[in-house]
């Protein structure tokens, strides 16, 4: 089946940063999502993709649909000690189901 | 607006115990719905997945059933528990046209003794 690659893994930075987190496919997807999980409870969608080359902010945090449909990005600027959880990349091939990755988990130190 | 809800948020179980959880969706009609299971540090993965009332799909074989006996309630069953069931199960539903993102419960911590 679709595997996808998130990275890092794991995130150590200062209160103030930016953060930067990816996610690589071998396969194409038609949409990729972002979520955000916090601890005890449901990931949270952050961002919707839907066309390759999207580019869509929400607040501090951008995303982007990469052109070759095999890749996804995820910043979040001027980082605040709420930002801590685990990120999740998820791409979609078929209506509904959903593959996601490994998760990012993201330290804020203030 | 929509909500969903899961219940119970933990469970403590013994093995060979049968388990029997449960999701409702509220706020929209026929929505498609998943189970999903997540290993601790681990992203999640698919079990099964429902498009319509009495329609299941299962992703990976396994010793856990799902069934939607009402357009709006979702529930992950087993006849026998094992260990390897331990884990947080999350039920999510979505709009059925096109590709739309799914929407998560809070998620029930099962725990295997």
């Known amino acids: 089946g679709q595997q996808l690659n998130q990275s890092p893994q794991s995130m150590f930075i200062q209160e103030g940063e930016d953060v930067s987190m990816n996610c690589t496919s071998s396969?194409?997807?038609?949409?990729w999502l972002w979520y955000k999980q916090d601890p005890g409870e449901g990931p949270v969608l952050l961002i919707a993709l839907y066309k390759a080359g999207e580019l869509t902010s929400n607040g501090r945090l951008t995303a982007q649909f990469g052109i070759t449909r095999k890749d996804s990005f995820l910043n979040i600027s001027a980082s605040i000690p709420s930002d801590v959880g685990i990120y999740f990349c998820?791409?979609?091939?078929?209506?509904?189901?959903?593959?996601f990755g490994d998760g990012t988990t993201l330290t804020v130190k203030p | 607006s929509q909500t969903i809800h899961q219940w119970p948020a933990t469970l403590v179980q013994p093995v060979g115990s049968p388990l029997s959880l449960e999701c409702t969706v509220e706020?929209?009609?026929?929505?498609?719905l998943y189970w999903y299971r997540q290993a601790a540090g681990r992203g999640l993965q698919l079990l099964f997945y429902s498009v319509g009332i009495g329609q299941i799909s299962s992703e990976v074989p396994q010793n856990l059933s799902a069934s939607r006996p009402q357009d709006r309630q979702f529930i992950l069953s087993s006849k026998k528990l094992l260990l390897s069931d331990s884990g947080f199960y999350l039920c999510?539903?979505?709009?059925?046209?096109?590709?739309?993102?799914?929407?998560f419960g809070d998620g029930t911590r099962l725990s295997i003794l």
């Open positions: 998820a791409g979609q091939l078929g209506a509904g189901k959903s593959t």
């Open positions: 396969s194409i997807f038609n949409t």
């Open positions: 999510a539903w979505s709009m059925t046209l096109g590709h739309q993102p799914q929407h």
């Open positions: 706020g929209t009609s026929n929505p498609n």
